[in-house]
């Protein structure tokens, strides 16, 4: 099983910058799994805020565009969310999480979370 691992989540100010980052275990996830970033809100179900394919196609929810950017480091097997603008409706657990189907299965991983405040 692939192990996920986030990091950079703390409390910032409104209007500041975080950069969130996701280890994996696995040394080819990157290469073909769809990696996301999913956040839940207090007393709101989890939400998808961005994805990177396997190909390099990137999405990103329309409450964080413009803000928001997902990269990713393949030799490093690390994913990252580049958080700016904050504010405090981004206040919220964020998630990592790989995708990879094969041969009609599906396996999805998801890490711990990392929580992110911003203050008014």
């Known amino acids: 099983q692939v192990q996920l691992v986030e990091s950079g989540g703390g409390l910032v100010q409104a209007g500041g910058s975080l950069r969130l980052s996701c280890a994996a275990s696995?040394?080819?996830?990157?290469?073909?799994?769809?990696m996301g970033w999913y956040r839940r809100a207090p007393g709101k179900q989890r939400e998808l805020v961005a994805t990177?394919?396997?190909?390099?196609?990137?999405n990103y929810a329309d409450s964080v565009k413009g803000r928001f950017t997902i990269s990713r480091n393949i030799a490093k097997n690390t994913v990252y969310l580049q958080m700016n603008s904050l504010k405090p409706e981004d206040t919220a657990v964020y998630y990592c999480?790989?995708?990879?189907?094969?041969?009609?299965?599906?396996?999805?991983?998801w890490g711990q979370g990392t929580q992110v405040t911003v203050s008014s």
């Open positions: 696995s040394g080819s996830i990157f290469s073909s799994a769809v």
């Open positions: 999480n790989a995708f990879v189907g094969s041969r009609g299965v599906s396996y999805d991983y």
């Open positions: 990177f394919t396997s190909g390099g196609s990137t």
